[in-house]
């Protein structure tokens, strides 16, 4: 193990030494040393015993070792993949004067509406699960050109990739076809090199699969069509991608993790990881991947959370959390240690069973603790409705340190949900809230001058909710949209969310 750890730290010195020397005439006094994170082991827990994978390398020229650990988004302007970062805690918090109980709204944009009837009823327009839009500040790079500084990127059911003058919400350029449902968050490179990565959600027309737009170019350089390699059929890409060093990991439904080289306006296969469990077919992923250092972290259909080694896609450990989980998972690092927290679903369990609220150590995949929620299935025109949580957990800020939020479908009475705030430390629930209908909506933060934290958060019957952090005091309620399945960004005051439907809002908090 001593040799691996200085044989990576060799290879890091090289690589700093490099940026050095072929940007010496651009670097200023405080670039002048490459900041060195280590990484973490090479190693394999017993709980791996379980699964049976593969991994298939298609770049041998390349090691496969990450470069560069440190985190690319916490240094760009923006908010520019699925909750923010490699931690999907959405770091980048919104600001309020005071206690806020008041909203304005600034602007709302309408899709397109696509009217196809599918094997999956219609989709129309809007955005669906997870449907987060995306803020570039582009501060003079060139795939900004002269539309704006800042720009609001979505993703939308009706198959089209829009793009927003964020003080207007006029369009900022034109519109990009995908041809297929958009339902998952699409992720800008950090790098601000113009390369916007879409997945496809649901196949209406063929090519089905994911792609690469080049916003230079202002069109789709690169597409990725169904692996047929894949060990699960099902070729739709609902997680959001995240760049790590000089490569982007995106996860399929197929079941598969792929590790892409970058490059302006395209990507290069360079490994892939399939697995499933001892006597199960192989599951769908969702969810978007967590990154601590060179470990990253997913949730899957069939309830396993699993670790990997970013560098050769090793499993590193697995948990066995009961049920589908789709989604996020969300990293908190707690003096000095990583931990997990993620819940499931009730779906396999049958029409009643538990939402499972962990918390493990990102290291080793050890329980902390367990708090598990009461929920129902539902049933409703020919289709059912899972219960538990589909939402991102939001850890405390400010005065709320150690909680962590998140909202949990009961189906207690049909088509319930609450709002739940969790001691972070003991697992225990500090108070519940009752929500007007069930929420696949994930919550954002904010600060007032004083510290005090608010959150933002929106259910599935088009309601919108502001709440005290510390005392779960609903601080105002409206119907707003049709169904909020999206998730929303905040900036400053203002938050940017779409609705089933057609629209995306920007609305002001005070």
């Not at 040799?3 to 072929?22: A, S």
């Not at 994911?210 to 890409?237: C, N």
Request: aromatic share 12%; charged share 20%.
């Amino acid at each position: 193990m001593r040799t691996l750890y200085v044989l990576l730290i060799l290879t890091l010195l090289t690589f700093c030494n490099r940026q050095k020397e072929g940007n010496a005439t651009a670097m200023s006094a405080s670039d002048t040393l490459c900041t060195i994170i280590p990484h973490l082991p090479d190693t394999s827990f017993s709980s791996i015993d379980a699964l049976i994978y593969e991994i298939t390398i298609f770049d041998t020229l390349n090691s496969g070792i990450v470069e560069d650990l440190r985190n690319p988004y916490d240094s760009t302007p923006g908010i520019l993949t699925f909750r923010g970062g490699p931690y999907r805690d959405f770091p980048k918090h919104g600001n309020v004067a005071d206690r806020p109980d008041s909203i304005a709204i600034d602007w709302v944009f309408k899709t397109a509406f696509d009217t196809t009837k599918t094997p999956y009823g219609i989709w129309g327009g809007g955005t669906g699960w997870t449907g987060q839009p995306l803020l570039a500040d582009w501060q003079g790079s060139t795939a900004g050109k002269n539309f704006t500084n800042r720009e609001v990127i979505v993703g939308s059911l009706a198959g089209k990739v829009y793009f927003l003058n964020y003080t207007t919400g006029q369009p900022s350029r034109t519109e990009i076809n995908v041809v297929n449902v958009i339902k998952g968050t699409p992720s800008l490179d950090p790098s601000l090199n113009g390369n916007l990565y879409i997945g496809q959600g649901v196949e209406i027309n063929p090519p089905f699969g994911a792609m690469v737009i080049d916003l230079e170019r202002d069109s789709i350089t690169h597409f990725v069509p169904k692996d047929r390699q894949a060990w699960r059929g099902w070729g739709a890409y609902d997680s959001s991608p995240i760049r790590v060093g000089q490569f982007l990991f995106r996860l399929g439904e197929n079941g598969t993790v792929y590790k892409y080289l970058v490059e302006q306006g395209s990507l290069s296969l360079h490994s892939t990881l399939k697995y499933r469990i001892k006597g199960k077919k192989a599951p769908g992923i969702e969810s978007s991947p967590a990154v601590y250092r060179n470990y990253g972290y997913f949730s899957d259909n069939n309830g396993n959370v699993i670790c990997f080694n970013l560098n050769n896609l090793k499993p590193v450990w697995r948990y066995d959390n009961h049920d589908d989980s789709d989604a996020t998972p969300v990293l908190c690092e707690e003096e000095g240690i990583p931990y997990l927290y993620t819940s499931c679903e009730v779906d396999k369990q049958g029409s009643s069973g538990y939402s499972y609220f962990i918390k493990l150590n990102a290291l080793t995949g050890e329980k902390i603790w367990e708090n598990k929620f009461a929920c129902n299935k539902a049933y409703s025109n020919e289709k059912w409705s899972d219960g538990g949580m589909f939402s991102t957990p939001l850890p405390g800020i400010g005065d709320c340190s150690n909680y962590i939020f998140t909202s949990i479908i009961t189906h207690i009475p049909e088509y319930s949900g609450i709002f739940v705030a969790i001691d972070k430390n003991t697992g225990e629930t500090l108070y519940s809230l009752d929500l007007k209908r069930y929420a696949w909506s994930s919550p954002v933060p904010m600060l007032d001058a004083e510290g005090k934290m608010y959150i933002f958060t929106a259910d599935c019957w088009g309601y919108i909710y502001l709440i005290e952090g510390a005392t779960g005091d609903l601080l105002l309620t409206r119907k707003l949209g049709m169904n909020f399945e999206g998730s929303p960004i905040i900036v400053d005051n203002s938050v940017i969310i779409g609705s089933r439907g057609r629209e995306i809002y920007k609305i002001s908090i005070y």
